[in-house]
């Protein structure tokens, strides 16, 4: 376990939110990496929303240091609304529980804040060297929301979260495109010319051209009005070992 001592600035306090459904094999690895990248020291807590996992990730991120509670409802969309509901930071950073932000990410997000943006996001890459999913990160550069993914991690301001009415849990998917185009209107939103590193692990069990071909329809659909239902019936009829 990493002890970590907390030395807060009065600019900024951070609240870190981990949603999570049996993580259990890498929930400390992301702990660990959260607490050793803030480098400026601005993390207040960590909050695992867990939704029911059944195998040690409780376990594990207990093992940690952090706040672990039980949504009352499954779903990444309630989860971490439920976390942000518990969170006392004046800004809270939404990240998945694969998702490793860079070193230094605090004082990223700090930088930002301090700028006038009320919200962001970083850049994209993965933890596999596949020319496909190098290409697909390259994208995520731009300012186009069509390029955003949930994996890019999101930081906001409570009180703009708040305004905006958090994340819909009408969306069982696409729950953080639907919310950054929310926060946008009106708002300004940074997107950090620096990458997380995600896991490819379900690229790598689907394929990488089926994953993101899979993925491409899902968000036309989306596009197009298909009904959360439909989305989600398609997404599990085609995806190995969603978690959703």
């Not at 009065?10 to 094999?25: C, F, R």
């Not at 949504?71 to 509901?85: L, T, V, Y």
């Not at 939404?94 to 700028?115: E, G, K, V």
Request: some cysteine.
């Amino acid at each position: 376990m990493i002890t970590h001592i907390t030395c807060y600035k009065n600019e900024m306090i951070l609240s870190v939110i981990i949603p999570t459904y049996n993580e259990g094999a890498g929930i400390r690895n992301t702990i660990e990496r959260l607490w050793q990248h803030d480098e400026a020291q601005l993390i207040k807590e960590i909050i695992i929303a867990d939704g029911g996992s059944i195998d040690n990730t409780r376990a594990e991120a207990n093992s940690e240091g952090v706040t672990i509670t039980i949504s009352p409802q499954k779903g990444r969309a309630a989860q971490m609304n439920f976390g942000a509901s518990l969170a006392s930071g004046d800004v809270l950073y939404f990240l998945h529980a694969d998702t490793i932000p860079p070193i230094n990410f605090t004082q990223d997000i700090r930088t930002a804040i301090d700028s006038g943006y009320d919200a962001g996001c970083y850049r994209l890459s993965f933890d596999h060297g596949h020319w496909f999913l190098k290409a697909n990160s390259w994208f995520t550069r731009f300012d186009v929301n069509a390029f955003r993914y949930g994996d890019q991690s999101l930081f906001v301001t409570k009180k703009k979260f708040e305004s905006t009415g958090g994340f819909s849990e009408k969306h069982i998917v696409m729950e953080d495109h639907h919310l950054i185009k929310r926060l946008k209107k009106p708002g300004r939103f940074k997107i950090i010319k620096k990458p997380v590193i995600t896991s490819a692990r379900k690229y790598v069990q689907n394929g990488v051209y089926k994953t993101q071909a899979i993925f491409y329809l899902i968000y036309f659909m989306y596009r197009m009005g298909f009904s959360q239902q439909k989305l989600l019936t398609i997404y599990r009829r085609l995806i190995k070992q969603d978690k959703l």
